[in-house]
């Protein structure tokens, strides 16, 4: 699905992306044990944040029962929708793959198996209507050149020039101000089934 298709579909289902609305995207794999736990957590801080939003599940090819647990909370939680996949992917394409489906302004994405920090989402969220932002992390802000709005500039935030951290493990992006060719060069993925691909009923915790 390229971004033509996402607004076709958008369009079709006489949605319009609502201001300051939300996809989070939780991939997991073999997390059985821990993924209710972790999406509790989800919607406990959502409803502290009272944003709307969608929660984008992710299996990322488990061999044990996370798919049957996947499928409880979304038929328990209507802002869940799934995406399954048959073999692993990398976390790149998992990420591509949500900004395809997402129908929302902002999307989030988790790192595999492990649930929204709080403190991490709360100081990106608050860079959302920084201008010209196309993605933020926890120690950086990604923007658009002002001389060429395709060409991305990674700005440091403050205290930044402290030891370089490890990858971070949650990252905001502006679903419209990503690089087009970011999208378009994604490849096309095997995924067994796409659930509740109904326009999102986006809710507040």
Not at 147 to 173: I, W
């Amino acid at each position: 699905m390229r971004c033509s298709d996402r607004m076709s579909r958008l369009m079709d289902g006489k949605k319009q992306i609502e201001a300051d609305s939300l996809s989070i995207v939780l991939p997991v794999c073999n997390a059985r044990d821990s993924v209710r736990r972790d999406v509790l957590r989800i919607f406990e801080l959502m409803g502290q944040e009272s944003v709307p939003f969608e929660l984008i599940l992710v299996d990322n090819a488990s061999t044990d029962s996370t798919v049957e647990e996947l499928h409880d909370l979304a038929q328990t939680y209507p802002q869940i929708r799934l995406v399954l996949f048959v073999k692993p992917v990398s976390e790149d394409k998992i990420a591509r793959r949500a900004m395809e489906l997402a129908v929302t302004e902002f999307l989030v994405v988790c790192e595999q198996n492990r649930s929204l920090p709080l403190d991490e989402f709360q100081r990106l969220w608050q860079l959302r209507h920084e201008p010209g932002l196309v993605a933020a992390r926890c120690h950086s802000i990604l923007r658009a050149a002002s001389s060429s709005p395709k060409c991305l500039a990674e700005v440091p935030s403050a205290g930044s020039g402290r030891r370089p951290r490890p990858p971070a493990c949650l990252e905001l992006m502006r679903v419209d101000s990503v690089h087009e060719s970011w999208r378009s060069s994604s490849s096309r993925l095997e995924v067994s089934q796409e659930v509740y691909r109904r326009p999102v009923r986006l809710g507040r915790a």
